[in-house]
Every structure is written in C-alpha cells, then in structure tokens.
C-alpha cells in the first residue's frame, strides 16, 4: 500500500521495465513517467567489477566455480512455517552440489529451535557484505531463493534461479524459464536445481536496461527543471 501511495504522491516516476510502466496506466499514473531501466542494474554492473579485484570469499571459503548453489531463505512464509522450512531443507540436502547459504538470523533461530536438519553439503556462512555476495552470485551454479532483490540479480548475473515462492514481484524475469516459481515442493526444487540448462542468454533480451539509468535520469532533470 505504501508503495502505491508513493507512485501517485511523487512528481516523476523512473520505471525499471516496461512492465512498470504499464502497471502505472492501469492507475492512471501518467504524467511523466519514464522507462529508464533498473537502477540496480547499473550498480551491479558498476560493482561486480571491484568485487571481482576484492573479494576473497571463494578463497576463503573453499569454493570453486559453478560448484555450488548460492541460497538465501528469509521470508516469514518460509520461515515461520516449520513445514515449509522443513520441506525446502529436504531439498537442498538432496543437491549434487555444496550449498551456501548466508543464513539471516531469525532462519538460524528457527533452525535451531525447531532442529530442522541439514545435511554436510549445505554451507551455513555468516550474511556476508555486497561486494562478496555479487562475487558468490558471479561464480555460482545456479541461485535458490526467496528474495526478490536476488532474484532480479540472479538474472543480471545470467543465473538460472529456483524461487522458493509462489509468486514474484518480478514477473519478467519468468520468460524462459530465467527464473522459476518452485514454491517449497521438495521433488520440484530438487528436479529444477538438478536440471540441465542449455539456452543461450541473448544480450538483446536484458530486459532491466542498458546500465545507464542515473544519466538518463539526470538528463530528464535537467531538461524539466533546470529552466
């Protein structure tokens, strides 16, 4: 609802993708709204470059390339409910591959509390900070997720990523299968985390942009308010 209240309280609107701005007519949100890319795409493409001269978390960790998944699990629905913690941990401890998974804090607790059992190939690391996350996210497998910022930078990053929701705010990235609603079923998280992935990911098809958001967006400024 916040959200909603800030797009028809605010003088502009910078959209992410196309998608955006045909949310906003459906609200008869109009008047200057401006597709100018996703301004996390820009910071992505910005930072995975210093983090790939500073980060140290696949040394220190052990980790090889494209020989882990990268997980996250943080959202109340998933936490809170023991069935659905229990049923997603049924399913990484059943991957070919490590699993790392910066673990929130409340997981951990839930965790513990209710003695939800992981096997030895899942990796409990400390959250770590964003210039090592990108780097895990550049080199892993594939990405196992409930967060929506991780989803749309699993896609940045040209990751195939496995949804452990039911529903996602970032609907482009569903198209081919770039990204996959798995809610918590064990058997369909396990079959789409082991599946083959053979599709070629077209520059042309980057649908957040072309990484030049905020001069697009000081360009637009100076043209409407600096008269």
Not at 49 to 60: D, M
Not at 141 to 149: A, Q, R, W
Not at 195 to 204: A, Y
């Amino acid at each position: 609802i916040n959200r909603i209240l800030t797009d028809h309280c605010s003088d502009f609107l910078f959209c992410p993708t196309m998608t955006a701005v045909e949310n906003l007519k459906k609200e008869n949100v109009v008047k200057n709204v401006y597709m100018t890319g996703d301004i996390m795409y820009e910071a992505f493409l910005q930072n995975r470059i210093i983090a790939n001269k500073e980060s140290e978390i696949l040394t220190k960790l052990g980790l090889a390339p494209e020989e882990y998944f990268l997980a996250t699990i943080h959202r109340a629905e998933n936490t809170d409910n023991i069935d659905r913690l229990r049923d997603i941990a049924l399913a990484l401890n059943r991957l070919n591959k490590a699993v790392v998974l910066p673990i929130h804090p409340r997981t951990r607790k839930v965790i513990k509390k209710e003695r939800v059992k992981f096997e030895k190939n899942v990796m409990f690391i400390d959250p770590v900070g964003y210039l090592d996350m990108l780097t895990l996210l550049q080199h892993c497998y594939k990405v196992i997720t409930d967060s929506g910022g991780l989803q749309k930078e699993a896609y940045f990053a040209k990751k195939y990523c496995k949804t452990i929701r039911e529903q996602t705010e970032w609907i482009e990235t569903l198209q081919k299968e770039r990204n996959v609603l798995c809610g918590t079923e064990t058997e369909k998280i396990v079959r789409e985390c082991l599946k083959e992935e053979n599709s070629i990911w077209d520059e042309e098809e980057m649908i957040f942009g072309d990484g030049k958001t905020s001069n697009k967006i000081i360009r637009i400024f100076e043209r409407e308010l600096l008269v």
